[in-house]
């Protein structure tokens, strides 16, 4: 496994504020790892509500199947995560071991089964030991702090070579709210989640529903938007709790996805799901740089999403990347496998500014020296217009490089 | 570009008969290559039926277009392929391009230009200027001779480590029929087509829509059930010639689809071109195994089919097994992944014979010393009965290595 930190990871992070009525702490269960954090507990105060997005494998693991019978009831005390395990494909001892670790959260944290929330992150299919951290809950909850945003960060991660936080505030009303939150790559990740892991806190007072709308619509431009190499994980998740702190403070409860006191919220936190979505690319297993794919001119924007992740998820498009070169014939490629309307005489392509292709022709007048200078950036921007609609949509993936294979081929062992 | 050969190249070449009423010839054009042949002319005698399947690309090269053109009259009398330069989104250069090659090699031929058939295999987006071999045709197709099926299969090669060629016989009534074929591959290798090019030629008289439906049906399970990278080529395109010279020896003319004496030559045909996709993965790009992947106990053929490409495109199934890493969790990835009914609690997975997965779980029996050393072998197969139905399909890919990606990184430079 490698241990170099991308090349893309941030230079700086964020001061993590507090958000009031979330408490953290982590620990070494020795789930896996050895001298690392492989388990994270997130407590929050009484009436905390939750929203929450997942996979949509038809193989979901156990936690997966577990936090979907509990999201209904829209309330949350207690978050366990545990890295170096997955518990997915576990079977029966799958379920037994997230029912025991739900009632040890429970009795812990002092709240009913139905308001903890689980998610495991690591190897498919080893059963999953909840007897190994299950004793340790009690003290972690006891010991939970408010400023451990990046240790919880970095508790969640497994192939992840950098911890991934963001922190943004909003207005609700007149009065400020934060949102912050943490999330965990890096293979495997592919729409429709796209992150493995990602838990999201705010204190604003926003009822479920609400926040459930708010969350489904804003994975559709970020974390759905992002591919990394295709594959969906089993254990894909990502949960937003809101304390509702500041209702004390004077913030307005809202319990109506049409209130217009929401604007501000809603784009602070499509806002921060960007950016943990962008950490997770920008980590995503052997990445040496960012893709970002814009088609436009699409039937439809449906039809231009698909388009972009068939360029996105295409071997052929990621090497040539890797490889620094500006090989807009694969892009072609990617665009006629789709299945989507296209005309090719009418299709356009630009590498960054570079027009290379210019109605079904290449462009006669691009500069090769200044595209191969252009592919040395850590940031590529692919640009396809397909000329036949207004249909639009971006779409985020990485390189695919020899470290990709490096790291995917000795995973297990 | 990587120069190595194939660690999966055949071990022999079957020595190959003359197909009469077939006469081959090559030359170094200098397209692209240096000190290789990069053109081939095939000549049929008068009266040779044809049938072709394409790319499904909605970019398809202007040689596809010029094909698809020329199909429904059923004739053919040349083919003229070259490599080194696909002439795929060149737009009216392209068509040009087409035409002029349709002109000469008519002129060539002394046939209609409806009677011409053309390929091109290379890098895609360069203008290609038919100039540079147009010339050459008439002295090519002078000089053909029937016994130069190798030389043929070479001078189409690109990335390819190794030439591809196969040969089958059949009866057709009490006669002898015979039937040769070439290919190339070997990225951008996914249904559908699964081919870039291959050409298959028989001396059996058979009408061109019975030769069409017999094609069409037995690419399904061949070319059509492979995958190097899930990226389809602009260029796909296989063409099958029946010169009907074997009626002169007393085979009977065949115009139904449902006759009866067909039975064996369908065999020969569907053995063809299974070699032929076989062989096109085994030289898939870095390819250093092959993987088959059966899936059985699905709802239908259809969806079997689509849940094993599911598991044979994806990349963390093939770096896995290029590790020679038995990582059946990531098999159960590929099918929750894949979209189509499943149930974790029925799946079983099987490497070779070692069932590693069964009904939701680990099979606790299984040896990790056993299936280590199978996971050594170079011909892999990874079997998912899902439990549910009767529908069953196999798909045949190789591996992914980091030489893939350093053979993809650097190609059009």
Known sequence: MSTAISPLAPKTYPKMPAIEGVRMATAEAGIKYKGRTDLLVMVFDPDTSVAGVFTR???PSAPVDFCRQNLPAGKARVLVVNSGNANAFTGQKGRAATSATGKAAAKAAACSEGDVFLASTGVIGEPLDAGIFSHLLEGLVKEAQPDKWAEAACAIMTTDTYHKIATVTAKLGDVD???NGIAKGAGMIAPDMATMLSFIATDAPIAAPVLQALLAKGTGKTFNAVTVDSDTSTSDTLLLFATGAAAKRGAPVISDVKDPRLSSFKRALDKILKSLA???VRDGEGARKQIEIRVEGAK???SAKRVALS???SPLVKTAVAGEDANWGRVVMAVGK????ADRDRLSIWFGDHRLAHEGERDPSYSEEAISAYMTRDEIVIRADLGIGRGKATVWTCD?????VAINGDYRS
């Not at 789709?338 to 309307?341: D, I, Q, Y």
């Not at 695919?400 to 990709?404: A, D, H, V």
């Open 311 to 313: 360029i996105a998820n």
């Open 300 to 302: 439809s924007s449906r």
């Open 57 to 59: 494998s038809l193989c």
């Open 338 to 341: 789709a299945g989507e309307p």
């Open 278 to 280: 962008l950490q997770v």
């Open 177 to 179: 709210v934060t949102i």
């Open 400 to 404: 695919l490089t020899k470290e990709y």
